[in-house]
């Protein structure tokens, strides 16, 4: 299948020319471990439960993983809901449009900012970033994780998506994962980050990669450290911390780990100077 993956590697920030899908995929028991950044391949045939894991039935709709799991929402209470894993997700859950509509997300975090949340093959979309309660999967729960509700009508997270929360690497770095799609069975193993807490927003930039290979703001938070320091939309980003950094993913780290002032050169309205962003949780 030939896919643009152009709209990836903006929203990524490096290149991208291959995805690994259900068909590579249901040939043989795939470990991801992602605290030792591998990926390993087994023979089908091996059928071991792997020591300190959690186990999940899984079931495949359009060859995509939904498993069962649990949130709990401040105010709303524990509910059951229908996961769909995603492994090039960045993010650690995203409510379809659906789903936000059903639960009543909209209104409970009504003071949220509606946001662009990412994009990728099926275009951009768009809602609002919150943090709930707990997240649970595979007998694991993870605590106060940062949850996208997603605004958009259409795509895999809109309004007539059949199941309820995209689940993607920010959670999923949090386990050794064992695919075994030969027996229908999905294996969640705790690895060192999983105590880690989920961290938000810092600096209000949401930023892509062009053509170029340059660092743009696509869009700013309002009031948020980087709208206090005068960037607007269209602006590079140059280095970060007096660093020129290789990739979005190492960006977008980086800003994550920040306590208190960050330095950014920047290039907007033609000139180059340098700002320094009072960062701060924006997702409470």
Do not use: C, W
């Not at 391949?41 to 899984?58: H, M, N, Q």
């Not at 997700?89 to 909209?106: D, H, Y």
């Not at 059949?162 to 690895?191: C, M």
């Amino acid at each position: 299948i030939i896919l643009p993956l152009a709209p990836l590697t903006a929203m990524e920030g490096r290149p991208l020319e291959t995805v690994l899908g259900y068909d590579f995929l249901r040939r043989y028991r795939v470990e991801i471990d992602y605290a030792a950044g591998r990926l390993r391949l087994f023979s089908p045939s091996i059928d071991a439960v792997p020591s300190g894991a959690g186990e999940l039935p899984v079931e495949f709709v359009q060859n995509t993983p939904r498993v069962k799991g649990k949130v709990e929402i401040e105010g709303i209470g524990t509910r059951d809901v229908t996961m769909m894993l995603d492994t090039g997700a960045t993010t650690a859950a995203t409510f379809t449009s659906r789903a936000v509509g059903e639960m009543g997300l909209n209104e409970k975090f009504k003071h949220a900012p509606e946001l662009v949340l990412g994009g990728g093959v099926g275009g951009q979309t768009t809602g609002r970033r919150v943090r709930i309660a707990s997240l649970e999967l595979g007998g694991a729960r993870l605590e106060r994780p940062v949850a996208n509700l997603d605004a958009t009508a259409g795509g895999a997270t809109g309004r007539q998506a059949s199941y309820d929360v995209l689940v993607g690497g920010e959670t999923l770095r949090r386990f050794t994962v064992t695919l075994d799609y030969a027996r229908k069975r999905i294996f969640f193993k705790p690895n060192s980050a999983f105590a880690e807490p989920f961290v938000g927003d810092k600096t209000g930039l949401m930023l892509a990669m062009n053509v170029q290979g340059a660092f743009v703001v696509k869009q700013i938070v309002p009031g948020s450290p980087a709208a206090e320091a005068g960037i607007e939309p269209g602006t590079v980003v140059l280095s970060v911390e007096g660093r020129q950094l290789p990739s979005l993913e190492v960006v977008r780290r980086v800003f994550r780990a920040a306590k208190g002032d960050l330095r950014l050169k920047i290039r907007q309205g033609g000139a180059e100077r340098e700002v320094v962003l009072k960062t701060r949780e924006l997702v409470p």
